[in-house]
Structures are given as structure tokens and as C-alpha cells.
């Protein structure tokens, strides 16, 4: 009875361990459950992708038909051709990365050198000037916009890139303030003996920064890329208003997609000989649009996924 017992008890311990786990292993259960929250999680972010590209690949009679939802009765792949005319072909691309990822790089070095300042020297009113340029961050960019608008107007300056790169060259590009606290972060926890060992071996301010603490800061500097990569190219209203028709987006051109495709696909009741249903404006047409306007994002993603991630975690962003 004893050996029975303990049998029992044994077979027990391996079930619990089994669907429990202990301190060094998941267990199943856990397992199951953490998959499911995952695969519940993605497809909340997954759907509006999976819906979008349904959705390009139907010709206008599926997208009137209330029977057909996720699978198309055939592929209507020239919506992607037209959508890809209407934005404007390659140079709107090329325009859009080449601008935007000039911003970019401007919005994050400008960033880097300003929250080097913040975090490395004592000056009076330091803190006083931090908080206050933090709470830029809080200023809606539509109050500011008008004076902005009035002011590069006087200079000359709209229908080209100098109204959205000079401010960030001086720390007041879109979200900016965000980014000089990722690197002010980033500066504080590196150790303080490394800055002075460079300086007692005869290096300058300058080497300083740009040898260690710049060097050091590559998670942030990532992150710091990445973040205003995205949200410059998704910024319609200013570069719409700014940049006028010398410098097209994609995202502007999505904007404007519906007055675009009536200009280079007009219909009969605009007195061309164009009739069928197949030439005029389907959702099909604009999801593909859409989906052509966000695939330099996701390409980046895929790109950049996991440094993003490593960077994240390290630099402070996730409060650790």
C-alpha cells in the first residue's frame, strides 16, 4: 500500500509539473493559455491587414455583392496597377522615403546632441528649460501651425521641405520632445566614470559625445529612427500645408485619392466615352491604395523587427 501510495503520488507530481510547470519551466497549461492570448492579441492588429488585402483583390462586382466577404470569386489584380497610378508610380515613393527618412535622421541627431546637453552639464535653469521643452510635447501642433504658417510664408520658405527640417534641426520636429527624453534617459544611466576617463586622456566635450555616449546610446538611437520615421510619414496636415504641390507623399496623395482617380480616370457622366462599371472608383481600387501607402512601413518593420525590439527594451521606453 505504501509503494502504491507513493506511485500515486509520483504520477501526481509529474501531472502538476507537466501542466503547471515549476520555477525553471513552463508548464503546458501556461503554455496553451499564453498562446491563446497571443493569437487573440494579433488578430485584433492582424484583421484590419487581412480585411484590407481582401478587399484590394475584389473587382467591382464583389464589392457589391453582400455574399462574397472575405474570399474573392476571382483576383482582380489591376486595382493595385491603378491605385499605383493614381499615387503617382515610383517617384511619389522615392519622394516620400528620401524626404521623410531625411527628416528623420535630422529629428534624431538634433535629439541626440540636445538631451546630451541636458544630461551631461550643469548649467542654471537646466531644469527649468527641460521642463519646458517637455511640455512642447503637450502643445497640440494645430495651435501652432497658423503662426508657423505665417512666418515661413514671410521667409519664403513653404512649397518645400525647409518648414518641417528647420524645426527639427533646432528640437521641434513632430513628437520631438518625446525623443530628446529617450536619449536624456539613455545618457543618465550610463556611468559617469567613463566621461571622465576620456577626458583624463585629453578628450574634448565633443569626442566625448560622439566616441562613448553616442556610440553607447544605439538602442536609443534606433528607437529614436524608427519612431520618427513613422510618424513624419504619417503627418498629412503639415506636410500637406508646407510642402503644397512641389512635394508630394504618399500619404498626402492617399488624401487626395478619390479627386486624383476622377482627373485620370474620368467617368461617362464627365463626358468621356467611359462607361463600365470597371473604370470607375470601387473600394477595391482605394483599399489597394491604401495598402501600397503603408507597405514601405511594414516593410521597415519586418526589416527592423527585432532590433526594434531589443532597443525598446533597453532604452528605458518600457520604465525598467
Known sequence: MTITRRKHRINKAKI???MVGNGEREGLLMRIVTYILLIAISFVFLYPILKMLSRSLMG???SANPLVDWIPTSLYLSNFSRAYQVLGGYKTILVSIGVMLLIAVV???SSAVIAYGF????????MILFV???????IPSQITFLPNYVMFNKYG?????FPILIPSIFGQGIRQALFILIFYQFYRMSPPSLDEAASIDGAGPLKIFWKINFCMATPA?????????VWNWNETNLTSSYFGNEITTLPVALDNFVTRYSMLFPSNNQGTNVSNLETQLSEGIQMAGTL?????????YVLVERKLVESIDRSGITGE
Open 16 to 18: 502538476r509539473k507537466l
Open 221 to 229: 538611437l534606433v528607437v529614436v529612427l524608427i519612431f520618427a520615421f
Open 132 to 138: 519646458l521643452m517637455l511640455s512642447t510635447f503637450l
Open 119 to 126: 544630461a551631461k552639464f550643469e548649467f542654471r535653469g537646466r
Open 60 to 62: 467591382p462586382y464583389d
Open 292 to 300: 501600397i501607402s503603408i507597405l514601405p512601413l511594414m516593410l521597415l
Open 107 to 109: 529629428e534624431t541627431l
Open 157 to 161: 520658405m513653404l512649397q518645400s521641405i
